[in-house]
Every structure is written in structure tokens, then in C-alpha cells.
């Protein structure tokens, strides 16, 4: 699966939209790009995913650009409650068990 | 509540002894993982089960042995283990096959000490 590169760190202010970068530029045609985040000392919950066209669910919206290169997802009202670790990760549907593999992702701290 | 329970929540340990921790999902999937989360470092999967056959082992030493008995329980013994396996353990689950949606459910983690 390809690698993705996120900031380590980003700051929001509480009912702003945070958007969170991430980076893809090795992914292929058959990859896809899903976003989970941890809260402290808690297991990583999923967010969304998405192929190439943009999604949007309750929780947020995946904006990937043309060339898949590059993603951002987007939390439209960031809530204190949104503070956390978030990840971007590549995988494809051949991947074999199913596995995720994850980086060190983007520590989100919303701030009142 | 993700539809994961994980037992116990916390667990200290010496290095003789041996322990073992326990995981349960109600979401019906029939693929369950366990990760491993070290302190300042990225969730590393350790092993992974589909319809109870363990398909992924990643070069996880025996000190570390797991048991699926059935689709909804999945165990990880543990014993002699060091200082350095003190961490966060995490169990998820998924269905599989998944189609386009592949999530994994994960439960809370046991946070593992060993003295």
C-alpha cells in the first residue's frame, strides 16, 4: 500500500472548520484513502473514505484532488470533542487480510 | 461503544507471569485483528484473523500467542514477557469480504504494563 505524510501537528479554533492535509503522491489506481482518528485513550474510530470522487458523511468531508494525489479532510465545526490523533491511510481493496497500516498521523488540538 | 468490549482494561504483569487478554464483538464480522501501540509510536498490527484462520502474523515473537475459537472471540496470550511490551493493545474488527467499505471497529485497548 502507498505511504501518506500528514503534519504532525495542527491547531483549530473551536467552531471553525479544521481541515487536515494528507499525502499521497505514490498511490495507484486501486487505492483507496481512508481516515480514522484516536482520542486519548481511546481505539481509532473510522471517519470516511473515499476513491476519487469527494465524500461527505456525518462526521466530516474527504476532498481528494484530481490526480489523487493529495487529500483533505475537512471537520466543518470542529468541536472540542475532535481533538485528537487523526490518520490518512492508502489501501487497496487487493490488500490481503485486510490489513491497515498506520503512520504517525496529525495530533488535532481544537482550542476554545 | 464500538461493538468491541475488551477485557481486562488494564493489566500489570511480571515478567513470569502469564496473563491473558480478551476480546469480544457483537457487529457479527467474521475478520478480528490485534495491534499493538507502544508509547511515541505508530499502531503496529501484530496479527490478523479471517473466519478464524489466522492469515497475517507480523514477525510478532511467541512470547505473544493468539486464539480465535470462534468468529466473535479472539484471545492473546501472553507470556515471560519484557518491560519493553508494555503498551496499548488494541482489537478491531471488520467484515470481510468488504466490497468498497473495509472499516475496522476497534475496542478500547488493554494498556499492558509489565514489571
Known amino acids: 500500500d502507498a505511504k501518506t505524510t500528514q503534519p504532525p501537528s495542527m491547531d483549530c479554533a473551536e467552531g471553525r472548520a479544521a481541515n487536515l492535509p494528507c499525502n499521497h503522491s505514490t498511490i495507484s489506481g486501486n487505492e483507496y484513502v481512508y481516515w480514522y482518528r484516536q482520542i486519548h485513550s481511546q481505539g481509532p474510530q473510522y471517519i470516511i473514505h473515499?476513491?476519487?470522487n469527494n465524500e461527505t458523511n456525518e462526521m466530516a468531508s474527504l476532498i481528494i484532488t484530481e490526480d489523487r494525489k493529495s487529500s483533505t479532510l475537512i471537520l466543518p465545526h470542529a468541536t472540542l470533542r475532535d481533538t485528537a490523533v487523526y490518520y490518512c491511510i492508502v489501501r487497496s481493496l487487493n490488500n490481503a487480510g485486510n490489513m491497515l497500516t498506520f503512520g504517525g498521523g496529525t495530533r488535532l488540538m481544537v482550542k476554545p | 461503544e464500538t461493538g468491541v468490549t475488551q477485557t481486562p482494561r488494564h493489566l500489570v504483569m511480571g515478567m513470569t507471569n502469564k496473563k491473558s487478554l480478551k476480546c469480544e464483538q457483537h457487529?457479527?464480522?467474521?475478520?478480528m485483528y490485534w495491534y499493538k501501540q507502544s508509547a511515541k509510536k505508530p499502531l503496529e498490527l501484530m496479527f490478523v484473523?479471517?473466519?478464524?484462520?489466522?492469515?497475517e502474523n507480523n514477525s510478532v515473537p511467541s512470547r505473544f500467542s493468539p486464539e480465535c475459537p470462534n468468529s466473535s472471540h479472539l484471545f492473546l496470550h501472553l507470556h515471560t514477557l519484557q518491560p519493553e511490551d508494555s503498551a496499548l493493545y488494541l482489537c478491531a474488527s471488520s467484515q470481510v469480504p468488504h466490497g468498497t467499505s473495509s472499516e475496522q471497529y476497534f475496542g478500547p485497548g488493554t494498556r499492558l504494563t509489565v514489571t
Open positions: 473515499g476513491l476519487k
Open positions: 484473523y479471517n473466519f478464524k484462520e489466522q492469515t
Open positions: 457487529l457479527g464480522h467474521n475478520a
